[in-house]
C-alpha cells in the first residue's frame, strides 16, 4: 500500500534548524501535491507548507513564512521541509501528506480533509 515515511525529527534549541524528510512509495509521487502538516497536544492539526506536484506552487502558513521552505525531488519520490529560526511553538508531531492535484496547494493545507494519504508522523521538540 501507499507509504509516506518522515524523518529527521528532534529535539533543537529555539533558533536551531531541521530538515525533514518524506520518503514516498507505491504512487505515482509525479502527479501529487504533496504537503506538512503539524498537531501539538490540544490542537487540531494544520497545514504548514504544501507543493504542487511540478514544483511551481506553493503555499505556507503564515506562522512559518521567512523561516521555513519546502522542496521536492520527484527523481527520489521525496519531499523536504527545512526549518530555521525554530521556535517552542514549532513543537508539534509533523506529518507528510499527498493528494492526487484536484485541489490548490492552499486548499490543500488549509482542508486537511481533502489529503488522500497521510504518513505517521515524526516529532519535532523546540525546547532549551
Known amino acids: 500500500q501507499v507509504q509516506l515515511v518522515e524523518s529527521g525529527g528532534g529535539l533543537v534549541q529555539p533558533g536551531g534548524s531541521l530538515r525533514l524528510s518524506c520518503a514516498a512509495s507505491r504512487f505515482t509521487f509525479d502527479y501529487y501535491s504533496i504537503g506538512w502538516f503539524r498537531q501539538a497536544p490540544g490542537k487540531e492539526r494544520e497545514g504548514v507548507s504544501c507543493?504542487?506536484?511540478?514544483?511551481?506552487?506553493?503555499y505556507y502558513a503564515d506562522s512559518v513564512k521567512g523561516r521555513f521552505t519546502i522542496s521536492r525531488d520527484n527523481a527520489k519520490n521525496t519531499v523536504y521541509l527545512q526549518m530555521n529560526s525554530l521556535k517552542p511553538e514549532d513543537t508539534a508531531v509533523y506529518y507528510c501528506?499527498?493528494?492526487?492535484?484536484?485541489?490548490?496547494?492552499?486548499?490543500?493545507?488549509?482542508?486537511?480533509?481533502?489529503?488522500?494519504?497521510w504518513g505517521q508522523g515524526t516529532q519535532v521538540t523546540v525546547s532549551s
Open positions: 507543493i504542487s506536484s511540478n514544483e511551481r506552487r506553493t
Open positions: 501528506a499527498a493528494e492526487r492535484g484536484v485541489n490548490t496547494v492552499q486548499t490543500m493545507c488549509i482542508t486537511p480533509a481533502v489529503v488522500d494519504y
